[in-house]
């Protein structure tokens, strides 16, 4: 992933056009560079395809794969399909986003221009909905940082969140540090 903070982003997008391609595969494209699409790529999209910025837009915020801001550091998917729900899903949901200070899928909220309040999408930790993890035996389950977890409690939560908190500032400090080691 792209990581310049200066990019030329006429450079980067003329990189992905070509004859033929959509707007959808430019704007993936754009989103595998950098990790989201940066408001400033619009124009530089909407100049190489012959399209209004506005509609550079317009099916921008219309997927929810699309983000608009640089992802959080750390991402957590709670499952919301209905084993999860039915074993009090939507409580651990809202324990996470008291926890947090995170809102739930404010990715989606800022991608339409919605103020989710400071922190809610890319501080350290960032919520999402997913729907259906394949531990419906096991339920609730959740991703944290991209690791499969089940049979979610608040304290269980409370303890994952901590640990993969820990092996992210390990990283950033260039140092090794070991989680808690709790497997699914
Ligand atoms: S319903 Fe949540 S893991 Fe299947």
Redesign the pocket.
Same mark, same amino acid.
């Given at each position: 992933m792209r990581r310049d903070p200066t990019p030329a982003y006429d450079a980067v997008v003329a990189g992905h056009v070509r004859p033929g391609r959509s707007l959808l595969a430019v704007l993936h494209a754009v989103q595998d560079d950098f990790g989201y699409v940066p408001d400033a790529t619009l124009a530089s999209i909407a100049r190489a395809m012959h399209l209004s910025r506005a509609e550079v837009y317009g099916v921008l915020t219309y997927y929810h794969h699309f983000r608009c801001q640089p992802p959080a550091r750390l991402t957590i998917a709670l499952? @919301?399909?209905?084993?999860? @729900?039915s074993m009090g899903?939507e409580a651990l949901v809202a324990h996470a986003e008291a926890v947090t200070g995170c809102k739930i899928d404010a990715h989606l909220h800022e991608a339409v221009g919605e103020a989710v309040g400071e922190g809610a999408e890319h501080g350290d930790v960032a919520l999402e909905s997913v729907?259906?993890?394949?531990?419906?035996g096991?339920?609730?389950?959740a991703t944290i940082d991209g690791k499969v977890r089940?049979r979610l409690d608040t304290a269980r939560f409370d303890r994952l969140l901590a640990a993969a908190r820990a092996v992210q500032a390990g990283e950033r400090d260039g140092l090794r540090t070991t989680s808690e080691g709790e497997q699914a």
């Amino acid at each position: 992933m792209r990581r310049d903070p200066t990019p030329a982003y006429d450079a980067v997008v003329a990189g992905h056009v070509r004859p033929g391609r959509s707007l959808l595969a430019v704007l993936h494209a754009v989103q595998d560079d950098f990790g989201y699409v940066p408001d400033a790529t619009l124009a530089s999209i909407a100049r190489a395809m012959h399209l209004s910025r506005a509609e550079v837009y317009g099916v921008l915020t219309y997927y929810h794969h699309f983000r608009c801001q640089p992802p959080a550091r750390l991402t957590i998917a709670l499952c @919301r399909a209905e084993s999860c @729900r039915s074993m009090g899903g939507e409580a651990l949901v809202a324990h996470a986003e008291a926890v947090t200070g995170c809102k739930i899928d404010a990715h989606l909220h800022e991608a339409v221009g919605e103020a989710v309040g400071e922190g809610a999408e890319h501080g350290d930790v960032a919520l999402e909905s997913v729907y259906c993890l394949g531990q419906c035996g096991q339920s609730p389950a959740a991703t944290i940082d991209g690791k499969v977890r089940a049979r979610l409690d608040t304290a269980r939560f409370d303890r994952l969140l901590a640990a993969a908190r820990a092996v992210q500032a390990g990283e950033r400090d260039g140092l090794r540090t070991t989680s808690e080691g709790e497997q699914a």
